[in-house]
């Protein structure tokens, strides 16, 4: 059985995102949408996976010239996990449309909330919960972690990781 995961991402969550699921799904292979779908289709494939951040609502345009072009085998499972910060739009039901004129169908779709990375969203100084106390600020040796979505949060000297603790794969967010 050949599984595959196409992930379009900007900041790197969606490619942290599909790089848990396909370990967790095993035997999976992961390939960026900012390839050329003609030299990966998926015509041979009987899981497919489609992650993606949403932007403005809905899929991102990269995403959909992607989906657009890509080969796949209409008789896989199909699942989708859309990555918005807060409100997903129509980010599932715009890949459905692809697929659909496809004549293919998604078993599977969710979403995933992650990260804002559209600065207006958070206010220009964070509230006093937010904020690191000074204490800690200055103690290099500070380490500390809290278990979100399966991912591991842990912060040192000011500087965000989120980190994959068996893997060692470090995404930076603020």
């Not at 059985?1 to 992930?7: A, D, F, G, S």
């Not at 699921?21 to 041979?44: F, H, L, Q, W, Y």
């Not at 972690?145 to 603790?165: E, H, N």
Request: proline residues 7%.
């Amino acid at each position: 059985m050949k599984k595959v995961i196409y992930y379009f991402t900007g900041t790197g969550n969606s490619m942290r995102a599909a790089r848990v699921i396909a370990g967790k799904i095993g035997d999976c292979e992961i390939i960026s949408m900012r390839c050329n779908p003609k030299d990966v289709p998926a015509t041979d494939c009987d899981v497919i996976g489609f992650i993606y951040p949403v932007y403005h609502w809905t899929m991102p345009e990269p995403a959909v010239r992607f989906v657009e072009k890509l080969e796949m085998n209409p008789n896989a499972y199909v699942f989708v996990v859309a990555m918005p910060s807060l409100v997903c739009g129509i980010a599932c039901e715009r890949l459905a449309e692809l697929l659909d004129a496809k004549g293919i169908q998604i078993n599977y779709g969710n979403m995933v909330n992650c990260v804002a990375n559209y600065a207006i969203v958070y206010p220009p100084f964070p509230s006093p919960k937010l904020r690191v106390p000074k204490t800690e600020k200055s103690d290099d040796a500070l380490s500390c972690t809290a278990r979100v979505c399966g991912l591991s949060f842990c912060c040192k000297q000011r500087l965000c990781v989120l980190r994959d603790l068996q893997q060692g794969l470090p995404l930076f967010q603020y």
